[in-house]
């Protein structure tokens, strides 16, 4: 058993890693940023992290007092530590023995791995919206859609370490717009951030309807929510539809877990005021009797600057 | 902690209701049925099911030898051990406290309650096809579709303790049959027995494609699996359907919880031989590429006649 006051989370994104030393209660002591596409072989990027992460346990003046270290990747598996073949990280293109890679460079202390959107759910019950909760299921809302299940406590990684990939469930089963996954109609080809700028240029094509979106080069969802926070009829439409494609796909997770909520995080969760109305409409819809209006819609109360860090942190606290 | 050599399974179905003393090896060593719809309040129901589980204890010679007691039933909760409010009881319109009363009304033994489909998963996984299975997911095929799901070898109950309803999870998004549970197009209304034998009906109605089906009044599930037995083309064709529904389901199963197998049971399973084949076909197109043809599709091994029995029964082995 490991003991220890603190804990360090590292969030590795496509184009940065994010670090950071967390007390029990969820506040970071210390924190710093590296690259993670500088290297594109694994062993001189962990020799950094490692670095970067003795770096910040002194700035913690937290020597000899850390449980374990968790660690969000994309394609992290929480069975084997391992980070398999991640197309975004240059260093990981074939399989990497992260966790005992760092584990090694940082003398033997415990590493714990998961993706990013299972350490978001660990992140929220152990800090956030989640606290106490049992049964919830997180939904990441960027760039792609994320997912992290979390079933009597305890985050489900299945058979393999993969489950929960709820992202790539079949929101539209026929002429579904084509996912990065080799699929068409996934929940993320109409529900992440880039399946919201989707929406708006294919609408616009198909439709005259004026809105302030026409007048722009490129469409980000970003783009989008200004529009509708102006008032923008076209804008609005869209988180409607957005909102509701998620409902709709919600109230087959319900189905499945029978959670007491479902947790949303994310860039595009900072759209609250447009998709939660819709959301809770379409999931109550269409969802089973025994379920409607029970089930709780909620959004992270994490610090979004702090988020990636304590969700990867609050896995090393079950070290 | 209870002991005992053996349990007592307990199917209650909505005409019958069948009652097993069971080893440890799922041996089947006394059984009785009795009417489970002679009755329209519960008392005099549970004192005729506490006669019958004497009496088949006594036909065991297995006195003094009972561990437990597992019921499987309609809407049975497990956390709470009622049987909420199930249409088809005609003692259990209201909230019934089964297990409380049954465990009264035979001394105290423990009784253990779920659901059907949960019942049904226990029994595999200690019984049945899925010996050794941490992670799998057993679906039933009968007058309804029902599910139970189990991670990391346990059954998930959810929130509320209803968790696995995939049989009311959205097959058809748009103009979908119109199901029991009030909303339409779920995965039950296609791909139940009820559900083949109304797509054999609306063929029928939309072609003129002949087959033998039509010389029939009325069509059950098993007349649509003998008319494909004989080679007719339509009733393949309905079968292939039916298959290619389940298998799409499926492949969204898989990426809630990655499990190592979906375990098939029920009437229409016996349909093996016409189904696997679209199902498996169905699920490896619409999978995300990491599960493609990883996840096995099996079908129950428990002896039909006493499947009921040894899944009720199963769940005593955990009192």
Redesign the interface.
Known sequence: MATGTYVVGIDVGGQTTKLGVVDARGTVLAQTVIRTDNHSTVEPYIEEVAEAVNKIIADAKAEGEIRGVGVGAPNGNYYTGNIESAPNLPWAHSTVEFAKLLSEALNGLPVALTNDANAAAVGEMTYGAARGM??FIMITLGTGVGSG?V??G?V???????????G???A??NNGRVCN???TGCLETYCSATGVARTAREWLELSDEPSVLRSLDTIASKDVYDAAKDGDKLALKIFEFTGKILG?SF???I??????AIVLFGGLARAKEFLLEPIENAMNE?V????KN?VKIVFSQLKESDAAILGASALAWEL
Not at 288 to 291: D, N, Q, S
């Open positions: 049992k049964n299940i079933i009597n305890e489900v990684y299945g058979h393999d370490g993969f489950a929960g990939e709820l790539h469930t079949a539209v089963r996954c080799g699929k709709r109230a087959d997770f189905a499945f877990s029978s959670p007491e269409n089973l009797p025994l379920w029970k």
